[in-house]
């Protein structure tokens, strides 16, 4: 399957922990966004890369937030220091430059005890 | 800034039906719209989107929709209901002269398709 991949599915962490989320999108995409979605909302825009250039970043992405793209593959999305509200489902997605569509991954969803 | 409204929480319709699902946007530019459907415990799938060019948009699984500049809306709309089009649709909008790719998605509409 050449869909966009999110790992972890699930992570359960306790407040004041670090943790690290991984996408790994459809391979010749060079667009890659990510994206916070919380019980009755729609997606909330976090951050995009084009390769690996982080292009734009949501006032939503606190200091806390950092997110990579190395070498315009696959990123990674950190959240140091979680708090309750930081519980969502983080949904990636990437998409071709010229097209605008974007193709999106299961999410990962944050449980933070 | 740029925003979206879906005015339905949800949206009943018997099997067979018309449906239509409403989304109003507001931007300052042209406007870029797109429609998405989430299943349960399936990733956002897109289904159509408006660029430029014909105001009738037609995407998957016989949904269209309606690009109306003047009432700033895009209609999600299907002739014919089916129960397996029962889901969660989004629409999500970007300002498409200015150059940023920040998606503002609207807070979604359950359909729900009776038998």
């Known amino acids: 399957d050449t869909g966009v991949s999110q790992n972890p599915r699930h992570k359960i962490t306790k407040r004041g922990q670090n943790v690290t989320f991984r996408c790994d999108p459809i391979?010749?995409?060079?667009?890659l966004y990510w994206y916070r979605q919380t019980l009755g909302q729609g997606p909330e825009f976090l951050t995009y890369f084009q390769n690996e250039a982080q292009l734009e970043k949501s006032r939503l992405l606190s200091d806390r937030f950092s997110a990579e793209r190395p070498k315009g593959s696959f990123s990674t999305l950190e959240i140091q220091r979680t708090e309750q509200g930081d519980s969502a489902m983080y949904l990636c997605?990437?998409?071709?430059?010229?097209?605008?569509?974007?193709?999106f991954g299961p999410g990962t969803r944050l449980t933070v005890l | 800034a740029q925003s979206v409204a879906q005015p339905e929480d949800q949206v009943n319709v018997a099997e067979g039906n018309p449906l239509t699902v409403k989304c109003t946007y507001s931007v300052s530019g042209n406007p870029y719209l797109f429609w998405y459907v989430q299943y349960p415990n399936r990733g956002l799938q897109f289904l159509l989107k408006?660029?430029?060019?014909?105001?009738l948009v037609k995407g998957s699984y016989g949904f269209e929709a309606e690009f109306n500049k003047s009432q700033t809306s895009f209609h999600l709309k299907k002739p014919s209901a089916l129960v397996s089009d029962s889901a969660l649709y989004f629409c999500a909008v970007r300002e498409g002269v200015s150059g940023t790719y920040k998606y503002i998605f609207g807070t979604g509409t359950r359909l729900k398709v009776l038998a």
């Open positions: 997605a990437s998409s071709l430059a010229l097209t605008d569509t974007q193709y």
């Open positions: 391979s010749e995409h060079n667009r």
């Open positions: 408006y660029i430029t060019g014909d105001n």
